[in-house]
């Protein structure tokens, strides 16, 4: 019989049930026989790998473009034409698109090793009552596992025992702060992941305390193996960009080498040569086809990705660099990303007053303020420097001061618990600091925290009641030992009697208690984490210190709020997203109070917006859903499944949805998402290997950056691609009306070539290096559904080929009109006008939008490079003698010049009057009353 039922909620059977139903024991655990017996049924304790896709298949996957094929039959042809060079470029751009595409694909499935990685390599396990070390993956259901300090969890369990156990569980909820755990306590079915505290799941670790427990899954049926399996069972999705250039392709090649043929259909039509035409034909499908446009598109994503990383966004995935341009929609973590990650302590409570402390994350400076901002003296409130001397001693952690390798500023750091950590910074700011605090109060004695009393006490000998030679307001610290305790405020509150206000102790009566009581609900209610401090005086050291005898008749000191503080970019970043219309979404696994405070902070949500929790989402139905995505920007304690299904509901609404996460939970939705961002440094390997990104600074301020960045890589890819498509249209109307008009052909098939090479490389990437028009984060993100040549575009380059044709074709006829017995030199007047308008083109191709006066004629420096050897290559092919019959071209005066000289101008200034007249028509739909 299978005891490990998948719907089996193990956190809702008590203690007493779990080894029943297990068939095991509480303390003897299985016998040998038995584990051999269902190691044999389930399997081994391990994640399971899909096989790989071989690098054959890889390899034919990089052929399958319709471009490229189209770019293979180029090279043939121009190979068999004797264009050896022509065929060797092509060749050579097809080979590296190829090398490119094997090397990001073999590394795209790294995720589930990295996984395996944190899996426990071995296990203390009790069976036959013996405690055996064996290796992890010999584990079986129903094993009793024995847990310590520093053990990574090595299967989901039931606990059955916990001593103050402490389990880190951020690589799978998200939490950065360990949770408390206690095996006694039955759970409702539908707990949420996060607040499961009388489970442990595998990859987790102990960072305090001890316990046992069952093992109530194992392998590929534990938490870590659902999120493997969600990341195997999602096929890799084209992007955005690879869909639209391959629908680009199509359009491109199939309509190229249509007008191509009806090219040579008409010459024989009229009677010339087949032989001429056919090669005529060939040239001009050769000049037609975009061969440079996969070079481009990796050569703009490469140069994207650098200057990505000096954004602090290292791109893992070269598709992802446009992806991130075209995202509509970013779902970002709370904790790290749009928060510091750094416990910090901003309100203080004593002395019947409630002070502000200034500063940020660790760093320990900072000041006490009023509520109207002004300064407060500490000496003004002799409780609050009790209430920061007793968080400073009843605490663990340690501020630590690390100097920069550069010489520069040095950093602070905390070593343990986050919270305990912002009590430390807290009494640092009012110059009370551990080392010299602990001179003057040693601890002698502890008792530790237990989540089942929620409170810590540490003991301390008084060797003075002077501390920094400031005095010690409270007068009954001259007893020769002094208690405090740190806790939760309601449980500090139930053990004392007495409370310390303006120097002097009072009876705790019950009007003081319904105040602190009433403040601390405030203060959590902004999503504060708030602890209680409290001392008792000691005469003498208790031999064997315990709870009853100590943590009684207590003085109350006051009341500390802490937060992770909102990063101070965040606002500005979400502000500018949402200008860019990129909507930003908060999902985590904190509580929802937390989440909601949070959010309004940095402007996400106002108040009475809606927060939804993971709980919440599993009682809507799919379509009960999609109506909540469209209008929630916030979601708390959320799971794995939570986040996948938040970020499909997104996709199947249209957005292009980047997620951001750090955890192991995270990652089957950063792979679900279109580009999945993972934190540089709280991320955990598994979650980088399955991510597109990685934030190196884990900053969501970086995700917008880079969200900019992708844009004008596709703002680049866009101009390359009108740049591109308006020449040779312009090159394939003006051969096109010349053989249906019965003329002679104004080009030849190697001026044709010759062009190709001038005007289709350098200038072209000279446009892919283009740094971005200034308000391209006040455009809305283009409709994921919109080809590469919208309407926009399809006007401009219908303009432009119009404009070329007619420049080139005005050329030629006044040359043969000039010179009506030399073909060859009206045919240079049409080659030199035609490769110097599309090289003056270039440069109003640098926007879609704007004026080149606007962005500046010079500002791009590779285009004066590109354009100046374009330009010198065209002067050698018409100026060099022994070339001229290679290109059959004739030598042409200052005359000539002049006469070209306007025709060569004409489509540059036709492109920037579209341009005037594209943003009159922008701006009047603007204006126009809706």
């Known amino acids: 019989m299978d005891i490990l039922g998948s719907d089996t909620c193990w956190h809702e059977h008590s203690v007493e049930q779990t080894p029943e139903l297990l068939g095991s024991h509480l303390h003897r655990g299985l016998t040998a026989e ?93 069976r036959d009552g013996h405690v055996l070390t064996k290796s992890a993956r010999e584990l079986v ?43 006694k306590g039955v759970l409702p079915p539908e707990t949420p992941l996060g607040d499961r505290r009388n489970m442990a799941y595998m990859g987790t670790l102990v960072s305090y305390g001890r316990g046992q427990g069952l093992v109530v899954a194992t392998g590929m049926r534990t938490q870590f193996g659902l999120i493997a399996e969600m990341i195997q069972s999602y096929e890799e999705e084209e992007t955005p960009l690879q869909l639209k250039l391959d629908q680009l392709g199509k359009w ?45 598109v990796t050569i703009c994503l490469a140069l994207g990705m650098r200057e990505m990383i000096r ?71 002799p409780s609050m420097r009790i209430l920061l001397q007793g968080g400073l001693l009843c605490n663990d952690a340690r501020l630590e001061r690390m100097e920069s390798d550069g010489g520069g500023d040095s950093s602070w750091h905390i070593v343990g618990d986050p919270t305990e950590g912002a009590l430390v910074v807290a009494a640092a700011k009012a110059d009370l600091w551990r080392q010299r605090v602990e001179q003057e109060f040693p601890r002698v004695a502890e008792i530790p925290f237990d989540p089942e009393r929620k409170r810590m006490t540490t003991i301390h000998r008084v060797l003075s009641n002077k501390v920094n030679s400031k005095e010690v307001a409270a007068p009954d610290l001259q007893t020769p030992y002094v208690a405090y305790l740190k806790g939760a405020p309601d449980v500090i509150l139930r053990l004392c009697t007495q409370i310390t206000e303006d120097g002097r102790v009072w009876p705790l009566d019950r009007p003081r208690r319904e105040r602190i009581l009433g403040l601390n609900e405030a203060l959590a209610s902004n999503a504060l984490r708030v602890l209680g401090v409290a001392y008792r005086p000691l005469e003498e050291l208790p031999s064997n210190p315990s709870s009853q005898e100590v943590e009684r008749e207590l003085t109350f000191v006051g009341l500390i709020g802490m937060i992770d503080p909102a990063r ?20 985590t696994g904190d509580y929802p109070n937390t989440a909601a405070a949070i959010s ?24 009960q859903f999609a109506r909540e995505v469209a209008q929630t920007r916030v979601y708390a304690r959320v799971s794995p499944q939570h986040k996948v299904r938040i970020v499909e509901a997104l996709k199947r609404q249209g957005h292009v949805v980047a997620m951001t996460g750090d955890g192991v939970n995270d990652a089957p939705a950063l792979k679900r998402a279109d580009i999945g961002v993972a934190m540089g440094i709280t991320g955990t390997d598994v979650s980088k290997e399955t991510a597109d990104m990685v934030l190196t600074d884990d900053n969501f301020a970086s995700i917008v950056a880079a969200v900019e960045q992708g844009r004008i890589v596709y703002a680049n890819i866009r101009k390359f691609v009108y740049y591109l498509l308006s020449c040779n249209l312009g090159e394939i109307l003006t051969i096109f009306l010349a053989t249906l008009f019965r003329w002679d052909l104004p080009l030849t098939a190697i001026q044709l070539l010759w062009l190709n090479l001038l005007t289709d490389g350098a200038p072209a990437l ?91 004629v010079l500002s791009n420096k590779y285009m004066q490079m590109s354009v100046a050897v374009s330009m010198a290559l065209l002067l050698a092919a018409v100026y060099v003698p022994f070339l001229d019959p290679v290109f059959d071209t004739a030598f042409v005066g200052p005359r000539e010049w002049l006469a070209m000289a306007p025709l060569i101008l004409f489509p540059a200034a036709a492109a920037e009057i579209a341009k005037l007249l594209g943003r009159r028509r922008t701006r009047r739909s603007v204006l126009a009353p809706a």
């Not at 024989?268 to 446009?293: N, Q």
């Not at 309004?600 to 799919?622: A, F, K, M, T, Y």
Request: charge should be negative; include cysteine; proline fraction near 5%.
């Open 252 to 296: 491109l090649g199939t309509g190229c080498l249509a007008i191509c043929g009806m090219v040579f259909g008409v010459g024989l039509w009229e009677g010339r040569p087949p032989l001429d035409m056919f090669v005529t034909a060939v040239s001009l499908a050769i000049a037609a086809v975009p061969e440079g446009l996969p070079a481009v």
């Open 600 to 623: 309004r902070e940095i402007g996400l949500i106002s108040h009475g917006d809606p927060v939804l929790s993971g709980e919440g989402i599993d009682r809507l139905s799919d379509e």
């Open 766 to 856: 000279a446009l892919g290096l283009e740094t971005g028009e200034p308000d391209i984060m006040e455009q809305p993100p283009r409709p994921p559904e919109e080809p590469i040549i919208n309407r926009a575009m399809r006007r401009g380059i219908a303009v432009q080929t119009v404009a070329i044709t007619a420049a080139t074709l005005g050329a030629f006829l006044l040359g043969k009109r000039w010179f009506p017995d030399n073909l060859a030199a009206a045919r240079t007047m049409a080659f030199v006008t035609l490769s110097a308008s599309e090289l003056l083109r270039a440069y109003t191709a640098r926007s879609e939008r704007y004026s080149i006066f606007r962005i500046g």
């Open 311 to 381: 954004r602090h966004a290292l791109i893992r995935k070269l598709p992802a660099v446009e992806t991130l341009g075209s995202a509509t929609a970013i779902c970002s973590d709370k904790t790290g990303t749009l928060t510091q990650n750094e416990m910090t302590a901003v309100q203080i409570y004593a002395d019947s007053d409630l002070l502000y402390i200034t500063g940020e994350g660790y760093r320990p400076q900072g000041e006490l303020q009023e509520e109207d901002g002004s300064r407060a003296e500490l000496r003004w409130y």
């Open 568 to 587: 101070p970019e965040a606002k500005d970043a979400i502000e500018l997203a949402r200008r860019a219309g990129i909507r930003t979404i908060m999902v």
């Open 34 to 126: 038995e584990a051999r017996a269902r190691l044999a049924q389930y399997g081994p304790n391990e994640l399971e790998e899909r096989p790989r896709p071989s690098f054959w298949h890889l390899l034919f996957n990089q052929f399958k473009q319709f471009l490229v094929l189209i770019l293979i039959v180029s090279a043939f042809v121009s190979l068999f034409l004797g264009e050896h060079v022509e065929a060797g470029a092509i060749m050579a751009i097809v080979a590296l698109n190829a090398v490119l595409g094997v090397v990001q694909e073999s590394k795209a499935e790294e995720a589930l090793a990295a996984l395996q990685k944190m899996a426990a390599p071995e296990a203390r396990v009790v």
């Open 141 to 183: 259901p129903g094993d009793l596992v024995i847990l310590e300090t520093g053990n990574y969890v090595p299967a989901d369990v039931r606990l059955v025992e916990a001593m103050n156990l402490r389990i880190e569980e951020a690589s799978l909820t998200g939490e950065s702060v360990a949770v408390e755990k206690e095996a």
